[in-house]
């Protein structure tokens, strides 16, 4: 199989590039920036750039593939949630996602023999926070992030369906997995006896762990019946405050330090919101198609997670 992966330097875009690789597929990478965590001389990959002015090495790349998975895209927070959302910030978060999106289809619409599966990831941002179960047909919400997801990122890649590709949407919530940059400042958290909620902890926290990611979307693309969106989140939907405790036992430590919501509003902004107001997305059609989750609750999830963890 030959894989066009863009935006393949993240976590999601390495974890997914070594399932494919482990195979023997061919790996194309789409990049927009030099930095990756692939490894460099991996066989049967190829690394193609963009500088997001000529779109014409990524078309070309395109040409003949087998399947297109789209994670393109600059990240919402930085390291440990560093980055405000400024107005720059959130117009770099939209064209970062929108033009490489319309890149991929003028590029595919320009193939001699275009791909047969389109696969465009987005977020769990996409539904509106609160108690009402988000199941892949509930509305949109009206935030910054959901307003994105719905009206411009998902959208960029919309064309490819009258091209005749099998188009999959993924709207996947936080990862959990080894070295995974949601993971990580919350582990350091609670080592450092630091532990506990977000803000009154009521939130929910949807989540699905890195295997489970990356064979899900495995399934889905095997599968000529499986089209549109699909929500990539654990059945085990907690709150936050629940994932404190899980942590907690995980690593030996307790949970007993809430941070106040006012300390989050003061340090991230707006962004502080999707911290404290958390969507409780279902992945009713994901279940629907059949796939089995590895690790369906957050026990399973964080005992993988730290197994795999690698030694100091």
């Not at 001389?41 to 779109?55: E, K, S």
Request: hydrophobic content about 45%; overall charge positive.
């Amino acid at each position: 199989m030959r894989v066009v992966l863009a935006g393949g330097s993240g976590y999601i875009g390495a974890s997914l590039a070594a399932s494919h690789l482990t195979e023997g597929s061919e790996l194309v990478v789409l990049t927009r920036g030099s930095e990756s965590a692939l490894p460099g001389d991996a066989p049967g990959l190829r690394r193609v750039a963009w500088n997001g002015r000529d779109p014409g090495p990524w078309c070309a790349a395109l040409d003949g593939a087998d399947l297109v998975v789209n994670l393109a895209g600059e990240r919402v927070a930085g390291p440990g949630f560093a980055y405000r959302w400024t107005e720059a910030r959130k117009r770099l978060l939209a064209s970062s996602r929108v033009e490489a999106g319309k890149a991929l289809v003028a590029g595919i619409a320009a193939c001699s023999r275009r791909p047969q599966v389109f696969v465009q990831a987005s977020g769990i941002d996409y539904y509106a926070a609160g108690e009402s179960r988000a199941t892949e047909d509930a509305r949109s919400g009206d935030g910054f992030l959901s307003r994105l997801v719905a009206d411009e990122w998902e959208p960029s890649t919309a064309g490819v369906e009258s091209m005749g590709l099998r188009r999959i949407v993924l709207r996947i919530g936080p990862v959990i997995g080894a070295g995974s940059p949601v993971l990580a400042p919350l582990l350091l958290q609670h080592r450092l006896f630091a532990g506990g909620p977000l803000g009154p902890g009521a939130q929910w926290f949807p989540w699905i762990a890195v295997d489970d990611l990356v064979g899900a979307l495995r399934f889905l693309v095997a599968r000529q019946e499986c089209f549109g969106a699909y929500n990539l989140v654990a059945p085990g939907i907690l709150r936050n405050a629940e994932l404190s405790k899980a942590l907690a036992r995980a690593l030996g430590r307790p949970s007993w330090l809430p941070t106040p919501a006012f300390a989050l509003r003061l340090a991230f902004g707006e962004m502080a919101e999707t911290l404290l107001n958390g969507v409780r997305a279902i992945p009713k059609r994901l279940l629907e198609a059949g796939y089995r989750f590895v690790s369906p609750d957050i026990d399973t999830a964080l005992s993988s997670a730290l197994a795999s963890r690698p030694k100091p």
